[in-house]
């Protein structure tokens, strides 16, 4: 099962999360103080960049006939599909700028270059999504309801396709996230499913017809001989968005380390609750400047989850504050390559597709689920006793004598693997002593089968010797009837 209580998990008080939890108030209070020129700057900067790319591109696919314009006029489309996507859309429906107070870079005005709209997007996002992060049955995003990426969630026989709705996802991940957040839209909303003419509909319907015809009619027919090649590059361009989307977001939700949670984790949850359970649920990705503004700085998806409605462009000096709070309280920061962290999740996806019978880790402990029932009767050294799910964190949390840091779930993690590790040796000795006893058994029964087998031999010999030796008596005795006289042999 999935984390329940995330004191207990996380090896923290009640107290301390508290603290963690002013802490990042702090963080955030400090940002939006700041908040001013420079970040205005940077998003109108980003703004400008992006639709300088698109206008040359467009510019570029008036001679797609030529497969180097082609190419290049393509490149560029995508990289300008990306950033709006990823950058611009993404962050600025957050409400990341809506402190600017500026009609065009607001979060009820941006719509962005893709098949859905805007406004579902921000409905089904901003609150499920954000609000129950990685909460099974309240997160909608868990894998999009296409996708099982839990053990807690039960197996059935369409998961076995689930590495072919993976790619079918990736390279549609525009129409996935559309179809995926109008039907939040309509729970939301208490939309009947019967009711075809309702408003989400319409609002669907609408943005997937204009999205159509400016991709695929418009864009095209204004570059008229190219039509066709203009249209294979406006297909190329959005098949490219889709997967690099889809990577930055699979990259970080569904790597090791970003863990799962059940309902009973939202009972009575305090704000410093919440904080941490988005820093655990969420993992981060290493970039340079470059990747991080093309991924819409969510290669920060553990700051982006703390603090969604603040700019991206203070995300990198926020992740060093989030990095030392993580360092202070001894909880992990999940963060790794982007090829790792995807790879990670992609295992995932195809392990999961299997049904529990040939898995080998339980909810509780699988490097892609666990719980604070992992630590179930593991002794750590810092410890000092074994614990018990749902204890009070107190008795879990010790101070290192040496240093005066909280040993916390880092620790904790660290110990028990060491811990595990030791287990497993000791059981792999034992194992290999126990394979010695049976096969130095197993020797000494082949000898005595031996022995056994060579004394029914004898017994088998001496047997027929004695009954060749019956049936000449039974001869001679006969012979000796008949004639009367005793045979030579005799």
């Not at 020129?37 to 006939?65: C, H, M, N, P, W």
Request: a positive charge; glycine letters at 6%; aromatic letters at 8%.
């Amino acid at each position: 099962m999935a984390i329940t209580d995330i004191k207990a998990f996380a090896h923290l008080t009640a107290a301390d999360i508290e603290t963690l939890g002013n802490e990042l108030d702090s963080i955030r209070r400090s940002v939006e103080l700041s908040r001013g020129e420079r970040d205005a700057k940077y998003i109108r900067r980003a703004i400008a960049a992006q639709r300088g790319l698109e206008v040359t591109a467009r510019a570029l696919l008036f001679g797609s006939r030529n497969r180097w314009a082609w190419l290049a006029g393509t490149a560029m489309l995508s990289v300008a599909k990306i950033i709006e996507n990823m950058e611009l859309g993404h962050n600025i429906s957050h409400g990341q700028w809506d402190w600017m107070n500026d009609p065009e870079i607001h979060s009820s005005s941006w719509e962005w270059d893709m098949t859905g709209p805007s406004s579902q997007w921000r409905r089904a996002h901003n609150f499920s999504h954000h609000t129950y992060t990685n909460v099974l049955g309240k997160d909608e995003d868990l894998g999009f309801g296409i996708l099982r990426m839990t053990r807690d969630e039960q197996w059935r026989p369409v998961h076995l396709v689930q590495p072919l709705a993976n790619l079918l996802l990736a390279a549609t991940f525009e129409w996935g996230i559309a179809l995926h957040d109008w039907g939040i839209d309509k729970q939301l909303s208490d939309t009947p499913r019967w009711k075809l003419l309702s408003e989400p509909n319409k609002e669907c319907g609408r943005k997937i017809f204009r999205q159509l015809v400016k991709d695929y009619l418009i864009h095209p027919a204004l570059t008229g001989p190219a039509f066709t090649r203009t249209l294979q590059a406006n297909a190329s361009a959005n098949l490219v968005r889709n997967l690099w989307a889809y990577a930055v977001i699979f990259c970080g939700h569904f790597p090791d380390g970003a863990e799962k949670f059940t309902i009973e984790q939202l009972r009575d949850e305090t704000q410093g609750e919440w904080f941490l359970r988005q820093m655990l649920g969420s993992a981060n990705f290493d970039a340079g400047p470059v990747m991080a503004f093309m991924s819409g700085n969510l290669c920060y998806q553990i700051e982006h989850h703390l603090f969604p409605d603040l700019p991206s462009n203070r995300y990198p000096e926020i992740a060093q504050q989030v990095r030392a709070l993580c360092d202070k309280y001894d909880l992990p920061y999940t963060t790794g390559s982007l090829g790792k962290q995807y790879l990670l999740a992609f295992r995932t996806i195809h392990k999961l597709a299997l049904p529990d019978r040939f898995l080998t880790a339980t909810a509780d402990n699988a490097p892609e689920t666990s719980s604070e029932r992992k630590f179930a009767g593991i002794t750590l050294p810092s410890l000092g006793a074994v614990t018990r799910p749902g204890a009070e964190a107190t008795h879990w949390l010790r101070i290192d004598p040496e240093t005066g840091k909280r040993r916390g779930l880092r620790s904790a993690l660290r110990e028990a693997r060491a811990v595990l590790h030791e287990k497993a040796r000791q059981e792999k000795v034992a194992l290999r002593e126990a394979k010695a006893v049976l096969k130095q058994k197993a020797e000494h029964e082949r000898r005595m089968l031996r022995e056994a087998k060579r004394t029914l031999q004898d017994i088998a010999r001496q047997e027929k010797a004695a009954l060749r030796r019956k049936t000449q008596r039974d001869k001679t005795f006969r012979f000796s009837r008949r004639t009367g006289k005793i045979p030579a042999s005799a």
